[in-house]
Structure formats: C-alpha cells, structure tokens
C-alpha cells in the first residue's frame, strides 16, 4: 500500500515536469551571453493579448492555445559556432522532426514534440548566414492555423512590423 | 475497579466457579476453560463491576451459562458420533461399568444426577453441593424463588426414587 | 423412636424443597449414626452422597495463578494489537499526507520539483510582445507554408485517386455476381 502511494506520488511530480521544455535548460544557459539575444513571452503574457486591439482572428486562434514562446537568437555568431554551442547540444531524441526547409542561405528545421495526438511543442531551428535561431513555442499547437497566419496577413503583417520599430 | 481490587475480590472465586463446572461438565480441562473465559469476561468489565450487588451470583451465572452451551454442544456432536462409532461405544460402556462394580454408591447417584433434566441439575448442585440459598440461586439462575424450589423438590424426589429402584434391582439380582 | 415423627416431617420438607439448612444439617446428624430403619435407607444415600460431595466442592484446586497469567497475557496480546493498528494507521495516515501536501504543491508550484528556469517576461507591454509574437509566428507561418507547398503535387495525386473512387463502388457491388 505504502508503495502504490509512494509510486503515485513520483509519477506526479514527474508528470509536471513533462511541462518543461526539454530545450530549457539550454535557453537558461544561454540567455545571458555575449552574442545571444533571448525573448521569452509567458502564458501570463498571452493572457493578456486579448486586451490588445488589433482585430485579427487567424492571429487570435493560434495564440489562444499557446502558452509560451522562447526565442535565443545567436546575433554575432557565426554559423558554425552557433552549430556547435547550440544545435550539437540540443536533445533531439525528446522531438520528432517534422521538417526541413533549405532556401539559399537559410535552413529551417521544425521539430515536434507530440503526445496522444496532440502537439505540445513546436521547435523552429534557422541556421542561416544572417538568422541564427531556436523558437520554441509551448502549447496546444494546430499546425493549420500556423499555415493560415501567413497566408491570411500577407500585407497586414508587415504594417504591423513598422509599428514594432515606432514602439521601441 | 482497579487491577488490585479484582485480584483480591474477584479472583478467588475461581475455584468455585470451576468446582460448579467440574461437577457439571465433568471434564476436567473444559471446566477449566470455561473458567478462565468467565474471568476474562469480567476483567473485561472489572469497570462496571463495582456497580454489582452480588458478584459471586454474577460470575456463577456466567459459568453456568456456559457450562448449559457445552452441555449442549455436546449432545449435537454426541449424537453425529453415535452414527460413525458404534463400535468403539460398546467399549466404552464395558470400561464404565467396572468403575461402577468399584464406587458403586458415589457413581449410581453421580449417573442418576446427570440423568437429571438440566435445570435440575444445575439447581441441585447449587443448592445441595455449592451451598448456595435461594436468594442467591434466584440471582445466578434469573428464576423466581418459588421455580427454584418447585425444581429443587422435584430433582430429589428423582434422585430418591432412582436410588430406591437401583437398591432394589440390586437386591433381585442378589436373590 | 420419637425422633422418627420429626424425621419424616423435616424429610417432607426436604423433599418439597421448605427445609432449611438448620433442618438439613439435622437431617445429616440423624442419617451419621447407625441404625436407620430400611426404608430411609435411599434418603440415607441422598443424603450421604450430597454431604460427600459437599465436602469435596471445597477443596477444588486453585486456579488463581493460572487465570492471572492468562488475563495479563490477554492484555498484552491487546496491547501488541493495538499497537501493530496504529502503526498501519498511521503508515497510511502518513502516506496520505504526502500524497495530499505533494499534491498541494504541485497545484499551487507546478515547477517546485523540478529544476525550473525562471524566465522572465522579456516585453512589460502587452502589445509589443503581441507585436514581437506575431512576428515570430508569421515567419514560422512563410518557412511552414513554404515547406508543404512542394506537398502540393501529392496532393493533386490524392484528388485524382478520389476521381477513381466509384470504380471501387463497382468492384464492391460485382462480388455479389460471381
């Protein structure tokens, strides 16, 4: 008896920690660093974009179902470094890759990591001359409503960009 | 009561108890059992017992109690035996019989007693071989006084009668 | 012998179970000596029999040390009963108890166990981080769309299947010909 709960109670906390994204602690270690930008945007944070006025419903449904984004950007890094510090280390057995994209200059690696039919991670590595990046996106994932984003905002999306440099 | 008081009020009654159940039971170790289940019984409410006018009377009826529930547990289990050993009976009587040609008088009444209904039984030895009084058979046996006595008279008029028909068969068989 | 008369009377009330213990012992006195006429004999028996037994009732044994025994022995059984319920109580007790205090703070600290990396919010301002997310997203959105357009002849392939469709319709039906 005592046993069963003793098991239960592992599997709890081992269940909860099934939240965290295997890529964590890799961000953690280099958020800091010279060369790395990072941006993290919180479940809190996505709570609060209902508040924000601008009316877009492809946008609204992908992001109602996220929980998080993670994005560590190498800056000044070379490919070939950031291959090293970054992708090598990477815990690639936790994902399933989804696919590659391979334009000139850019590759474009989507990995997922999916449970009982549903995807709870979609990771997004650019190696690239000028894009160096891991995105990691935390959530209820819909891989349609990703596809309809961009085809729908074609030109909104950027207008809204030059809004992102009058913010700053 | 305290541990103290039961060992010195209560536990002495111990070879009353088991001399009333010897006598009925006529076994040795079952007497002895019943005895010491009595006794746990009242250690059990050794709290209550402070509140008993006559704890003798109490622990008499608890053995007597138990003693009539083996008496007839036996008679059950007598009588599933009778089925199977038939054989093994007719030894036994043979075996009984010499201890009746050795202590002719104690045996012929001891058998007769036992023949006795049970409730006489019982109140005969209460009253005639315990010692106790009516009072205190009324208490142990939950009967009226006058039940008790009715019962009394009848079991020693039994008890003569049989005796008289064993004297005289004894003296036809002599003759 | 004048005794005789009383005799049978204290007899009847033995007999009607009125005598009392004076007349009894009376009784036990008269039935000792010798020369009781015949037909008291069976009263004599009785009566000899019960004084005999009477006597022997009081030397039973003593059973006194051995029920003491036996009733310590019953409340240490007791003791050890009690004692061994507790302890599996209380073992479940205890286990209820971490399951509820864990189960508590995983609900209120999902990451209490784990090693959790606190990130921080890098936007305070909603709408710069909506901004900031859209365009990840749109860019994740062009590279996806990008990658599944050359998806697109497959695609037209499975219309064409589908165009086959009721010649499986056929088959089906035809099996019943044969």
């Known amino acids: 008896m005592k046993k069963i709960l003793l098991n239960v109670f592992i599997l709890i906390v081992g269940g909860v920690s099934a939240q965290n994204s295997p890529v964590d602690k890799l961000f953690d270690k280099y958020s800091g660093q010279k060369g790395y930008t990072s941006v993290y945007i919180s479940s809190y944070m996505f709570s609060m974009f209902s508040e924000v006025e601008y009316d877009d419903k492809e946008m609204d449904d992908l992001v109602n179902n996220l929980k998080s984004i993670k994005i560590l950007a190498a800056d000044d890094i070379s490919t070939a470094q950031f291959k090293k510090d970054i992708v090598k280390k990477l815990p690639l057995s936790d994902y399933k890759e989804l696919m590659v994209v391979k334009e000139e200059g850019d590759n474009v690696t989507f990995l997922i990591n999916e449970k009982n039919g549903r995807i709870g991670e979609l990771l997004i590595i650019t190696e690239g001359e000028n894009d160096n990046a891991i995105i990691c996106i935390q959530g209820n994932i819909d891989l349609k409503n990703i596809s309809k984003l961009s085809k729908s905002v074609k030109i909104e999306g950027l207008e809204h960009l030059e809004d992102i440099e009058n913010k700053k | 009561m305290n541990a103290n008081t039961f060992k010195i009020k209560v536990l002495p009654l111990n070879t009353k108890l088991y001399g009333f159940a010897l006598r009925i039971l006529n076994d040795t170790p079952e007497a002895e059992d019943i005895v010491q289940e009595v006794f746990i019984k009242l250690w059990n409410m050794r709290k209550k017992l402070d509140s008993y006018k006559n704890i003798e009377a109490l622990a008499m009826s608890m053995t007597k109690n138990l003693c009539i529930d083996k008496i007839r547990r036996r008679k059950t289990i007598k009588l599933e035996e009778k089925h199977y050993n038939n054989n093994n009976n007719i030894n036994e009587q043979n075996n009984s019989d010499n201890i009746i040609e050795q202590n002719k008088l104690i045996s012929k009444i001891h058998i007769a007693i036992k023949e006795l209904p049970e409730q006489q039984h019982i109140i005969i030895q209460l009253k005639d071989i315990e010692g106790y009084d009516y009072e205190e058979i009324s208490q142990i046996m939950q009967m009226n006084i006058n039940s008790i006595r009715v019962c009394i008279s009848r079991a020693r008029r039994k008890l003569r009668e049989i005796i008289i028909k064993s004297n005289y068969e004894e003296s036809a068989r002599n003759k | ?178």
Do not use: C
Request: proline residues 3%; positive net charge; hydrophobic residues 35%.
């Open chain 3, 1 to 178: 012998m004048k005794n005789l008369q009383e005799i049978n009377k204290l007899l009847a009330k033995f007999y009607n179970g009125e005598s009392s213990k004076d007349d009894e012992l009376y009784l036990i006195k008269f039935f000792r000596k010798e020369n009781i006429p015949d037909e008291l004999n069976a009263d004599k028996e009785l009566f000899l029999y019960l004084k005999d037994q009477k006597y022997r009732s009081l030397q039973n044994n003593d059973l006194s040390e051995k029920i003491w025994q036996n009733i310590q022995n019953t409340e240490k059984k007791k003791k050890h009963r009690i004692r061994r319920d507790l302890s599996v109580l209380s073992g479940i007790a205890a286990s209820i108890l971490i399951f509820i205090i864990s189960f508590h703070m995983l609900h209120n600290n999902p990451n209490i166990f784990n090693n959790e990396y606190k990130f921080e919010d890098t936007y305070t301002n909603p709408e710069l981080a909506y901004l900031e997310t859209k365009q990840a997203l749109l860019y994740i959105s062009e590279k996806f769309n990008k990658g599944t357009e050359q998806l697109k002849p497959i695609a037209k392939f499975n219309d064409g299947i589908e165009e086959l469709e009721p010649i499986n319709q056929y088959n089906k039906g035809s099996k019943y010909f044969k």
